[in-house]
């Protein structure tokens, strides 16, 4: 049976959905995941293959780990006829929309000639997780893909549970990626971030997986940069008197069939409204082919004072992805402070960007939108500063420096000073 929440004290149930999407990996399997990537680390390529075994049920050996460039030739053969035109639409786009995303280095000079600058890095090698399991996600390698490309990064290297679909496969060829191994769960994040005699060790690890994979992202952080811990999917609606329930009903539906834990919210000023959407619901949820994790996420129905106090209580909720169904939605725009991406009117669905608009569809969850952006180019580049003094230059500043090197009782500080003047 499909949970709708229509709340009727909206405050107590805000307060709910936060706790309730906040990610906590303070859990029990937390310890399954440190044993599995200690036996990585120690055992190598013999340990994935086990795990692999173990979990995904898929026998191999550790040469079939790497999956060779026929089998990716053959992919090409065994997707849907007009998937290669959509898929190299969606990375123009993406490709497009990323590029103005790039930064510029910088450089000045100051009196007496201090040179001060920032320089941009690209990563060398970034591995990207795209999970198995529910369903095929050839979006989300060119979600993450694509960011790395554009900033320069010179190794892609992808990761997934076997058997690893032709879809993914013709992805990740038509994005650039380096190399793709059948390898899922807290094992493969281990071997990116350690390294095996055939997976290689990345300076990063970006996308998206289950508890396991979130955990274990958490515990090899230090060792390999992360993105984030992605935690269930969340949409919110924000709709007035005049938008469509057919609209809405079916845009939460589409949040709701991501996974068991994920969270759908409408909030409107109109009774109406509410009452048409859960009618809506109710009767296109039946007809659809996940209505089994369907029924096992959550939509909930909040009323709002307002359009005000809607985006109010969004801004609480701070949504992975926020539609805005409102008479002139571009008005209340700057108001929207807390979300990792908005959709502006009743045409802008979220599965738009999911696939195809431009903006990477990998989104700060679990409330973490009042802190996190969206993966962008930025999230593969590194920041260098550079500093250039003369002797006049650092004879100019001399004293200041021994001042403040002396308050905070660093006279070695002072000294490395002092001598260019003895």
Same mark, same amino acid.
């Given at each position: 049976?499909?949970?709708?929440v229509?709340?009727?004290?909206t405050?107590?149930?805000?307060?709910?959905?936060?706790?309730?999407k906040?990610?906590?990996?303070?859990?029990?399997?937390?310890?399954a995941v440190?044993?599995?990537?200690?036996a990585v680390r120690?055992?190598?390529?013999?340990?994935?293959?086990?795990?692999?075994k173990?979990?995904?049920?898929?026998?191999?050996?550790?040469?079939e780990?790497?999956?060779?460039?026929?089998?990716?030739?053959?992919?090409y053969?065994?997707v849907?006829?007009?998937?290669?035109?959509?898929l190299t639409?969606?990375?123009?786009?993406?490709t497009?929309?990323?590029?103005?995303?790039?930064?510029?280095?910088?450089?000045?000079?100051?009196?007496?000639?201090?040179?001060?600058?920032?320089?941009?890095i690209?990563?060398?090698?970034?591995?990207l997780?795209v999970?198995?399991g529910?369903?095929?996600?050839?979006?989300?390698?060119l979600?993450n893909?694509?960011?790395?490309?554009?900033?320069?990064?010179?190794?892609?290297?992808?990761?997934?549970?076997?058997?690893?679909?032709?879809?993914?496969?013709v992805?990740?060829?038509?994005?650039?990626?380096?190399?793709?191994?059948?390898?899922?769960?807290?094992?493969?994040?281990?071997?990116?971030a350690?390294?095996?005699?055939?997976?290689?060790?990345?300076?990063?690890?970006?996308?998206?997986?289950?508890?396991y994979?979130?955990?274990?992202?958490?515990?090899?952080?230090?060792?390999?940069?992360?993105?984030?811990?992605?935690?269930p999917?969340?949409v919110?609606?924000?709709?007035?008197?005049?938008a469509?329930?057919?609209?809405?009903?079916?845009?939460?539906l589409?949040?709701?069939?991501?996974?068991p834990s994920?969270?759908a919210?409408l909030?409107?000023?109109?009774?109406?409204?509410?009452?048409?959407?859960?009618?809506?619901v109710?009767?296109?949820a039946?007809?659809?082919?996940?209505?089994?994790?369907?029924?096992a996420a959550?939509?909930?129905?909040?009323?709002?004072?307002?359009?005000?106090?809607a985006?109010?209580?969004?801004?609480?909720?701070?949504?992975e992805?926020?539609?805005?169904e409102?008479?002139?939605?571009?008005?209340?725009?700057?108001?929207?402070?807390?979300?990792?991406?908005?959709?502006i009117?009743?045409? $802008? &669905?979220?599965? @738009?960007? =999911?696939?195809?608009?431009?903006? %990477?569809?990998?989104?700060? +969850?679990?409330?973490?939108?009042?802190f996190? $952006? &969206?993966?962008? @180019?930025? =999230?593969?580049?590194k920041?260098? %500063?550079?500093i250039?003094? +003369?002797?006049?230059?650092?004879?100019?500043v001399?004293?200041?420096?021994?001042?403040l090197?002396?308050i905070?009782g660093?006279?070695?500080?002072?000294?490395?000073?002092?001598?260019?003047?003895?």
């Amino acid at each position: 049976m499909l949970t709708i929440v229509a709340a009727e004290k909206t405050e107590a149930e805000v307060a709910r959905l936060i706790e309730r999407k906040s990610l906590s990996l303070d859990r029990p399997e937390a310890k399954a995941v440190a044993e599995i990537i200690a036996a990585v680390r120690a055992r190598g390529d013999r340990a994935l293959v086990e795990f692999t075994k173990q979990f995904d049920g898929v026998e191999l050996t550790p040469a079939e780990l790497k999956i060779s460039d026929a089998v990716i030739k053959q992919a090409y053969q065994q997707v849907k006829d007009g998937f290669l035109a959509s898929l190299t639409k969606a990375v123009q786009n993406i490709t497009a929309y990323h590029k103005k995303q790039k930064s510029d280095e910088w450089f000045e000079t100051l009196p007496l000639d201090v040179v001060l600058g920032q320089r941009l890095i690209p990563l060398e090698r970034v591995g990207l997780y795209v999970p198995g399991g529910r369903a095929t996600y050839p979006s989300s390698v060119l979600m993450n893909a694509i960011p790395a490309k554009v900033a320069g990064v010179k190794e892609l290297v992808l990761v997934s549970p076997p058997p690893v679909s032709p879809y993914v496969l013709v992805a990740a060829a038509e994005a650039g990626v380096s190399a793709v191994y059948q390898a899922g769960g807290a094992q493969a994040v281990a071997a990116l971030a350690y390294g095996t005699e055939t997976v290689p060790r990345v300076d990063k690890i970006v996308g998206p997986g289950n508890l396991y994979v979130a955990l274990a992202k958490q515990a090899v952080f230090g060792a390999v940069g992360i993105e984030s811990l992605a935690g269930p999917s969340d949409v919110v609606i924000i709709a007035d008197q005049d938008a469509d329930a057919e609209f809405i009903a079916a845009d939460l539906l589409a949040q709701a069939e991501h996974d068991p834990s994920s969270t759908a919210v409408l909030i409107s000023n109109s009774p109406r409204v509410i009452e048409r959407v859960e009618k809506e619901v109710n009767k296109q949820a039946p007809k659809l082919s996940r209505k089994k994790i369907i029924e096992a996420a959550e939509i909930v129905l909040l009323p709002a004072e307002s359009i005000g106090h809607a985006i109010e209580l969004s801004n609480r909720l701070a949504p992975e992805h926020l539609e805005l169904e409102v008479g002139a939605p571009q008005r209340v725009l700057e108001q929207i402070r807390n979300a990792g991406a908005v959709f502006i009117g009743p045409h $802008s &669905p979220v599965a @738009v960007g =999911d696939y195809i608009a431009g903006p %990477s569809h990998v989104l700060p +969850t679990g409330g973490t939108a009042r802190f996190a $952006s &969206p993966l962008g @180019v930025y =999230d593969f580049v590194k920041h260098q %500063s550079i500093i250039g003094y +003369t002797k006049p230059a650092l004879k100019n500043v001399w004293k200041d420096v021994r001042l403040l090197a002396e308050i905070e009782g660093l006279d070695a500080h002072a000294r490395s000073i002092d001598v260019r003047f003895s």
